[in-house]
């Protein structure tokens, strides 16, 4: 019965239930985009019903991660250890987690991004976002780089992709330097715990780049493997 399980759950690629769930997770994190959106029109009802999105979205994701670690055999046959799938792994989630706790902390004060600061802040988000959107095109491309056994062309495609990915997230650490440029420049016009859980905000942003880009650099990882 198990094997059965763990065949039906994995199919023909070992890699399927890993790409399923970053597909989750990054849908969990897009939808901050009209999330915050609604928090910068002031639509508080919009931005409940984009909070509970995003919250039904980072369970799903978490209920698939506790398939999958339930179901991962230790003797799977791939060309990777199972700790690194269970690390990869990890590194998804956290980007549906970190969805969740952003959305949490904003809709449980009912912040409010600044007029001066709002336009940049969203660009700032759509940056991130891109670094999630193409850390899971990456992630997309493990079947091909297990059936190529970590060679050839596949190896240089997602190659190029990580390359990209660090671009991505450079830029985003550029504009996270000037987004907080921007607050200090207006903090003495705002409450001081305001002013706080914004910067707060600007840095949990900025970890979902940083998450995206980790989880390319564990696939380069795997491929110098």
């Not at 799938?85 to 959305?103: E, F, G, R, T």
């Not at 001066?116 to 095109?137: D, I, N, P, T």
Request: a negative charge; glycine letters at 6%.
């Amino acid at each position: 019965m198990a094997s059965d399980y763990i065949s039906r759950l994995f199919g023909t690629s070992p890699v399927r239930p890993i790409q399923e769930h970053f597909a989750q997770a990054s849908a969990c994190a897009l939808e901050l985009v009209p999330f915050f959106e609604a928090v910068v029109a002031g639509d508080w009802n919009r931005a409940a019903e984009g909070r509970k999105r995003i919250v039904d979205l980072e369970h799903a994701a978490d209920e698939l991660k506790r398939k999958l670690r339930l179901a991962l055999p230790s003797n799977l046959l791939m060309p990777v250890n199972r700790s690194d799938v269970l690390d990869l792994l990890s590194m998804q989630d956290a980007i549906a987690n970190q969805a969740k706790d952003i959305s949490g902390l904003v809709t449980g004060r009912k912040m409010q991004i600044p007029q001066a600061m709002s336009g940049a802040y969203l660009e700032f988000l759509r940056c991130c976002l891109r670094a999630v959107s193409q850390a899971v095109k990456s992630v997309d491309e493990l079947d091909e780089l297990f059936e190529s056994g970590f060679r050839g062309k596949e190896v240089d495609l997602v190659m190029d992709m990580i390359e990209e990915l660090d671009r991505i997230e450079k830029e985003g650490d550029d504009m996270q330097v000037e987004l907080r440029s921007r607050l200090f420049q207006i903090e003495r016009e705002l409450p001081p715990v305001d002013v706080m859980f914004l910067y707060q905000i600007i840095d949990w942003t900025g970890e979902l780049g940083d998450l995206a880009h980790r989880v390319g650099s564990r696939l380069h990882l795997l491929i110098a493997k």
